[in-house]
């Protein structure tokens, strides 16, 4: 494949429904996100990086950051065609080198599966940080049954 022709842009370049069909190839756990719920976590992530090969993007990452201290590195993905060539390196490290990551102390990124193409860009596994909080998904919160239900907590 020539790789010459693939562009990486940090420009919120991001055709929503491109990146739907992206995330439905080549993202198992995003492949239900919906183009409103995508819009808003674009506009509310900075950098978007993006690749493309003329008109089809082939490449998504976005990150949150507070540009010192800790960001966060969502949403890895490489259309299924275009693996194996190094573009998820790439994009990895634009997004690493955009100016509100590369002075950060401390960079997290969660994985499901690709734990060792990760640590060859330098990440290392994290047992330390292992708390997460649940909460409804969007669908359920847009659910008229989920208005109004009492919630129940248990200590342990």
Not at 36 to 47: R, V
Not at 72 to 80: E, L
Not at 115 to 128: A, D, K, L, T, W
């Amino acid at each position: 494949m020539d790789c010459c022709r693939i562009q990486f842009s940090n420009q919120k370049r991001v055709d929503l429904l491109q990146l739907q069909a992206l995330f439905q190839v080549g993202a198992f756990w995003a492949a239900d996100r919906r183009v409103e719920d995508l819009a808003l976590a674009i506009a509310n992530s900075d950098p978007v990086i993006t690749a493309w090969d003329d008109d089809l993007m082939i490449g998504f990452a976005r990150a949150t950051s507070d540009g010192v201290y800790r960001a966060t590195i969502w949403d890895v993905v490489i259309h299924p065609d275009y693996q194996g060539l190094g573009l998820g390196r790439q994009l990895v490290q634009a997004v690493l080198s955009h100016p509100k990551m590369n002075r950060v102390e401390r960079i997290y990124l969660m994985t499901t599966h690709q734990q060792p193409f990760y640590e060859r860009i330098g990440f290392e596994c994290n047992s330390s940080t292992t708390m997460v909080l649940h909460k409804p998904s969007l669908a359920t919160e847009r659910s008229p049954l989920a208005v109004n239900q009492p919630v129940s907590s248990t200590a342990t």
